[in-house]
């Protein structure tokens, strides 16, 4: 059919490369392609309805047909931000998980950590978590699944800090829930001309959670390099 644009070869309906990551508590600026900077900005302006593609085409200076290559549509460009934003906090946790070797109270400690330290060094791609209402069915569901892994990673170690005594609550899923909800609300009111750095809202935080699961014990101060 005449001006139809053509497919994306399976090749390149792949998600843009993955943010490499050597040390989950360093960010450094986050490249994304043009188009998705435009999408970003849109999307937080004026929300998933109130973007259209030819707002981004125009802001990135490409052209519509170059967008519906490389993305589909619009529901491509906020499932490649959200997946992109995800999968990238889900590494991260964890590498941060794995580096406290086993150690309930340093696992709790330095996901929960991480998880903020993303919600402020990435506050602008985190905030685009309430716009998954608009994901298609399929899209939500693979979404909602690397959601998930985040959270049952934090839920293992509640449970276990429960069962080594070292923990008090009444019902660790929905403590977890509740955490996670105060750490995703950071990216929220975060600005970078605030008074406290990302790492002093990370570790006031780490003090709220570790009395939300009733800690009975603490674990050693992080030692900054000056």
Known sequence: MAGKVPAAPKEQATSDPEVRIDDWREFAPLDLPPILVAALDNFREHGYHGTSVRDVARQA????????????NKQGLLVALLEGAMGEVLRRTRLAD?????????????????????MTHRAATAALDAEMRYLEPENRKKYAALRKEVEQLLLETVDEGVAQGLFEVDRAPDTTRALLGMCQAVSGWYHTDGSLTPEDIADRYVAI??????????PAPRSRAK
């Open 61 to 72: 200076e490409v052209s519509l047909p170059m967008i519906y290559y490389r993305y589909g």
């Open 98 to 118: 794995a580096e406290a070797e086993g150690r309930v109270l340093d696992r709790f400690a330095k996901v929960v950590e991480c998880i903020v330290l993303h």
């Open 209 to 218: 959670a570790l009395r939300t699961v009733g800690a009975r014990v603490r």
